[in-house]
């Protein structure tokens, strides 16, 4: 049973540039959150994906974009790259409904923004 | 705004000793609260969890306890073992399965 897969798991980004990560989430999982680590910080919650819907948004600006799948796989999109954005990208999924224990981390995308 | 605090970012403990972690949180409606276990280049690993209706959940070695009243809490290892050295995060979360609000981390040393 695979768990929650990320890609790519290094890229590197040039200032103004976008970028796509993408997110397959654990078997039988049906909502897909993402998070941003920085150096030295926990994860910052980015948003949330249910139903192919953005069901919750944290502080993060509108050059930061989803998307959910049919089959429940997710995307993040960020749009005019700031150095600032250099971070881990994790994805995390969970079951509707289930407790929060249930919500499992993939090993993360590594963002270098130039 | 950090709702979620782990004062100590890091911690050395002897193997066989306690380990214990803290955090603070400043939200009131926190209402779950879950510890992840984080290696270097891999994601976080669900660790152990409590429900704000409890004050303590154990699983093997390892022991959350929970104040609410002075919103704190805290995860309890033992034995500690050199395996256990890890980025242990501590997290909260309103409403089960939505945003986790997560500490800075507390890093762990377990020395033979």
């Known amino acids: 049973d695979a768990g929650v897969t990320q890609s790519p798991t290094h890229l590197i980004k040039t200032r103004g540039q976008q970028v796509t990560l993408r997110c397959s989430p654990k078997?039988?999982?049906?909502?897909v959150s993402w998070y941003q680590q920085a150096l030295g910080q926990g994860p910052q919650f980015i948003f949330q994906y249910y139903e192919e819907e953005e069901r919750q948004r944290g502080n993060f600006p509108d050059r930061f974009s989803g998307h959910q799948f049919p089959n429940y796989s997710s995307e993040l999109n960020v749009n005019a790259l700031l150095l600032g954005d250099s971070a881990l990208y994790l994805c995390?999924?969970?079951?509707?409904?289930?407790?929060?224990?249930?919500?499992?981390f993939g090993e993360g995308s590594w963002l270098t923004v130039v | 705004d950090q709702q979620v605090k782990q004062n100590s970012p890091s911690l050395s403990v002897q193997e066989g000793r306690i380990s214990i972690l803290n955090c603070d949180y400043t939200?009131?409606?926190?209402?779950?609260f879950l510890w992840y276990k984080k290696y270097p280049a891999e994601g976080p690993t669900f660790l152990i969890s409590i429900s704000s209706i409890k004050d303590k959940n154990e699983d093997g070695r390892f022991t959350v306890f929970l104040n609410k009243s002075a919103k704190h809490l805290s995860l309890h290892i033992v034995p500690s073992q050199p395996g256990d050295s890890a980025v242990y995060f501590c997290?909260?979360?309103?409403?089960?399965?939505?945003?986790?609000?997560f500490g800075k981390g507390t890093s762990l040393l377990v020395t033979p």
């Open positions: 078997s039988g999982h049906d909502t």
């Open positions: 997290a909260a979360t309103e409403n089960s399965g939505y945003a986790l609000n």
């Open positions: 939200n009131s409606m926190f209402d779950y």
């Open positions: 995390a999924s969970s079951l509707e409904g289930v407790s929060g224990n249930t919500i499992y």
